[in-house]
């Protein structure tokens, strides 16, 4: 029998807790905040950031919403994410990718204060990553942990397959499963014969965009399925694995939508409270 591990269900706990501990946090007179910046208006992205503030409201999360034209330039973002890192009253800073071209990605990721740095992408935050330091990572990678966690899924000494290698989710959760005791290899777009690798893994996280990359001939009988990817095919939300066609041969999958992605905002806001605690706790 699959088990559908259910991202939604973890995600209403999660929030649950959050709520708690910014009850906690106002009582000390601390009200955690986060300032997300929009540059431009990507429709997908003005989606992603409804629902962050949504859910920020739902759990006494104070947000900020920053949106700055697409004609900004690197100098001025820069500029104002400085302005945000000195301003005491701000404990995350998030922006949302993607960037308009005349901005490098790498170096906002480098300005935004690696104590503020929400997403886990700074260089700093990621370097600790690898070295065993995993107080700060991104929302994504926090998820995927929790849905582990919480279905008490084994990793030690199994054969985990990371489709993917970008910062955001690829490399830093190869560094978390890793750390797990997990055998890990990470494929990506050039690698030759992807379907010779996915067949000797005994779990596969994807996190391409590419639907039905993965099909259950791929796969060996038991599998945990790991789906990161989003994409829209006709209309419908879809993952990068053939959910039906793979759901007979995995003993474990997550669904699209329902399984990372609430799981990716929910990460993140639990983000902001560690935040909060870390920087409270220094002063
Ligand atoms: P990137 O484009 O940064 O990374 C995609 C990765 O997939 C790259 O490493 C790329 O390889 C690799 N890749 C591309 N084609 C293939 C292929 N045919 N075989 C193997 N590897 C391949 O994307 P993101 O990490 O930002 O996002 C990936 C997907 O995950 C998207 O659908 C996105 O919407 C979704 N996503 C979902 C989240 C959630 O909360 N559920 C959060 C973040 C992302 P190379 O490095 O060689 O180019």
Known sequence: MVTILE????????????????????????VPTICVIQVGEDPASTIYLRKKKEFAQSVGIKEISLRFSQEITQQELIDKIKELNADAAINAIMVQLPLPQQIDEQAIFETIAPQKDVDGFHPYNQGKLWQGDSQI???????????????????????????????????PLASQL?????????????????????????????DVGQANLITSKMLKQGVVLLDVGINRVNGRVVGDVAFEDCKVKAS???????GIGPLTVASLMEQVVILTRIQKDDR
């Open 7 to 30: 991202g939604r269900t973890l995600a209403t706990q999660i929030k649950n807790k959050i709520k708690k501990e910014v009850i906690q946090l106002k009582e000390n007179g601390v």
């Open 137 to 171: 990572m991104p929302a994504t990678v926090r998820g995927i942990l929790s849905l582990i966690d919480s279905y008490e899924l084994d990793l030690v000494g199994k054969n985990t397959l990371i489709i993917g290698r970008s910062v955001i989710v690829g490399k």
């Open 178 to 206: 890793l750390a797990r005791d997990a055998t890990v290899t990470i494929a990506h777009s050039k690698t030759q014969d992807l379907s010779a690798i996915t067949k000797k893994a005994d779990i596969i996280v994807s």
């Open 252 to 258: 474990a999958i997550t669904p699209v939508p329902g």
